[in-house]
């Protein structure tokens, strides 16, 4: 049962931006930790950003001043906004839902290509 779906992946070129949407449930949307992680082919799993209900954020240094991570409790989404994006970004992109007392939620990954 998929409960988190992910959208806007692609290839984009060296500098340019792309968007991630994540549409949670209701349910989750309001009481889970939702974040993105990043798996590159051949290396773990890594945490992008990540956004708490009460709208707390934070980042890695990797990432950090390039890429945004909000939320739209209208629309039930995070999104994840990545600028000046440069090929080390390339990966494939999860949506993560964490309650810390059940198993994490996760969507199906979104692939993220960054190449001239």
């Known amino acids: 049962q998929v409960q988190l779906v992910e959208s806007g992946g692609g290839l984009v070129q060296p500098g340019g931006s792309l968007r991630l949407s994540c549409t949670a449930p209701?349910?989750?949307?309001?009481?889970?930790?939702l974040s993105w992680y990043r798996q590159a082919p051949d290396k773990e799993r890594k945490l992008v950003a990540y956004?708490?209900?009460?709208?707390?954020?934070d980042y890695p240094t990797a990432v950090k001043g390039r890429f945004t991570i909000s939320r739209d409790t209208a629309k039930k989404t995070i999104y994840l906004q990545m600028n000046d994006l440069k090929p080390e970004d390339t990966a494939v992109y999860y949506c993560?839902?964490?309650?810390?007392?059940?198993?994490?939620?996760w969507g199906q990954g979104i692939q993220v290509t960054v190449s001239s």
């Open positions: 956004i708490t209900v009460s709208g707390n954020k």
């Open positions: 993560n839902a964490r309650s810390g007392v059940a198993p994490d939620i």
């Open positions: 209701a349910n989750i949307f309001n009481t889970q930790t």
